[in-house]
Structure formats: structure tokens, C-alpha cells
């Protein structure tokens, strides 16, 4: 057998293929599989935890996830709102490509927005951050890949929050160079420095959002922000509403959506990775709560 001769067995192609529900006991051993016994190797730990504990030296920090590529975009099928000529990249790609669409092609790009389908622009995460309360002196870590248009697509963000960082900005001069050209670990680094945040956000969902998210309620429920696009949407679009308004909406519309205790047994179907409660606590018997 291979993993006799090599050592080492690759599966291939399991994601999302093995059963959700399962009995209690296995599900308490994925969560101790998921949140303890696989680890980053030392070197990715080691810079990780660098470029976290230089955001941390100077307090309180929020991590981004932002969905921001261009094959995000072309897979989404949805626009990045750049400019007509960003669209138009992106539209041709899709034409050009129909086999990366993941799903419901049925759909117009505007559909699909008004859904909550879409990933969050630059101009969308700004004001969002804005109505939830992040003042202009909030530090932002962003994790992600190149946005598709470089710094012009993360312009609102900059201009409104200047301690705005990303791993490169952080790093000293060839800390990153054993990584580079490393998707998966330029990926796991960008998880480290945000699982160490305050607050994190994704910009939409996402293997690395999904897993943050349980591993954040796993850690003691660490504040995750889960922007209800569907619903905030149509407030975007309405130029008429005063800010003070609009900022009241949007903060009604996430008062649900902080990282509280979310319990898998009211979702059928989901995985106990991203919604870890009630099978992977320990269930204090004298409080009924869990813990």
C-alpha cells in the first residue's frame, strides 16, 4: 500500500463529501482533530505569530478577510464595481469560461448582489465597518489575496482607516522570501494574524471565513462579524437615507451576528467545524451551560 511504502497518503476530492451529522463521539473527535491536533508547521507558526504580536503591541485590532480577486469575482459571477472597464474583464472571463461559475447561472449579476451572493466591495466593507462603530483610528489587519485592481480597489479602506496592514506591510525586510510564491502558506499565515485579532470579518464566505468562525466559538466565542448581505443591501443602495439612520439599520440588522453562540443543532446539515456548539463544549452540569 502506498501510505506503507511512502509514508504519507493524499486523499483527494473529500471536501464537503463526508457526512455532517454525525454521532456525538465523532464529532467531539473532529473538533479535538480540527481545534488541537493539526498544526501549522513551526516556521509558518513562527512568522504568524510574529506579524500578530506586531499588530498586538499597539492594541486592538480587526482582521479582514477580503474576497477580492479577480477569480473570485469571475467565479461569483458578480462585478467588482471598479469601473466599466473592471467589469468588463471580469465579464468577458466568465463568457470566456462558463465552466467557473459556481452556481445558479440562471441569475443576473444584480440578482445575485440583491441575494447576498456577492462578495463585499471596498466601498461596501467601509461603510459597513463605519455604521458598526470602527472609528477612522481603528487598525485593520487584511487578509487575502491581490485584489483585482491592485491598491486602487482598496482605496476606500485606506482613505478611511490609515493603520490599514497586510502581511507585506508587516513583514521585515526577507522575513517572507521561504514563503513566496506559497499560496497555502501565504493563506495560513493571513489565518494565524487573524485568528489572533479582536474582530474579524469576512467579505464573503469561504473555506477560511467558515473555519475561523468555529475555531473563534471554540476559543471562548471571540467576536466574528457575519455581514447579513441580503438584508443590508437595499439600504446601501438607498442614497436618501440619512447616515444616522442608516448607521441605526445596520447595526439592528448585526446585533444577531457578533460571534454569539450559534448551536448546530438548530442546522441541520452544517459542519461542527464552523458551528462547534453544543457537541465540542463541556457541559457544566451544575450551570447548564456551556463552557
Known amino acids: 500500500m502506498q501510505i506503507k511504502r511512502e509514508g504519507v497518503l493524499l486523499l483527494r476530492g473529500l471536501d464537503s463529501r463526508l457526512s455532517k451529522d454525525l454521532p456525538s463521539d465523532l464529532q467531539k473527535l473532529r473538533c479535538k482533530v480540527a481545534f ?8 509558518i507558526l513562527g512568522i504568524g505569530n510574529k506579524l500578530a504580536e506586531r499588530m498586538r503591541n499597539k492594541g486592538p485590532y480587526l482582521a479582514l478577510h477580503l474576497r477580492m480577486e479577480k477569480d473570485v469575482w469571475v467565479r461569483t459571477g458578480c462585478l467588482p464595481g471598479l469601473s466599466p472597464e473592471y467589469d468588463e474583464i471580469v465579464y468577458n472571463e466568465r463568457i470566456r469560461r462558463p465552466e467557473l461559475l459556481t452556481g ?10 440583491l441575494a447576498g451572493l456577492c462578495p463585499l466591495n471596498a466601498v461596501e466593507v467601509t ?7 470602527a472609528p477612522k483610528s481603528a487598525r485593520i489587519y487584511w487578509a487575502g489575496g491581490q485584489p483585482f485592481g491592485g491598491k486602487e480597489a482598496l482605496l476606500p479602506l485606506i482613505e478611511e482607516f490609515p493603520h490599514f496592514y497586510n502581511k507585506e506591510d508587516l513583514a521585515l525586510p526577507g522575513e517572507l522570501e521561504p514563503f513566496a510564491n506559497r499560496a497555502s502558506v501565504m493563506a495560513a499565515i493571513d489565518y494565524i494574524v487573524s485568528e489572533n485579532s479582536d474582530v474579524f ?15 473563534r466559538a471554540y476559543a471562548g466565542h471571540k467576536k466574528y462579524i457575519t455581514p447579513d448581505k441580503r438584508h443590508m443591501l437595499p439600504y446601501f443602495l438607498n442614497s436618501s437615507l440619512p447616515e444616522a439612520e442608516f448607521n441605526r439599520i445596520i447595526k439592528e440588522l448585526h446585533r444577531d451576528s457578533l460571534g454569539q453562540p450559534d448551536l448546530r443543532s438548530s442546522r441541520v446539515g452544517k459542519d461542527v467545524t464552523k458551528y462547534p456548539v453544543p457537541e465540542c463544549m463541556c457541559n457544566d452540569t451544575n450551570t447548564h451551560s456551556y463552557m
Do not use: D, I
Open 36 to 43: 488541537h491536533a493539526l498544526r501549522f508547521a513551526p516556521p
Open 201 to 215: 470579518m469576512p467579505s464573503h464566505g469561504g473555506n477560511m471565513g467558515h473555519v475561523m468562525q468555529g475555531h
Open 104 to 113: 445558479r447561472s440562471n441569475m443576473t449579476y444584480h440578482e445575485r448582489k
Open 127 to 133: 461603510r459597513l465597518l463605519k455604521a458598526l462603530g
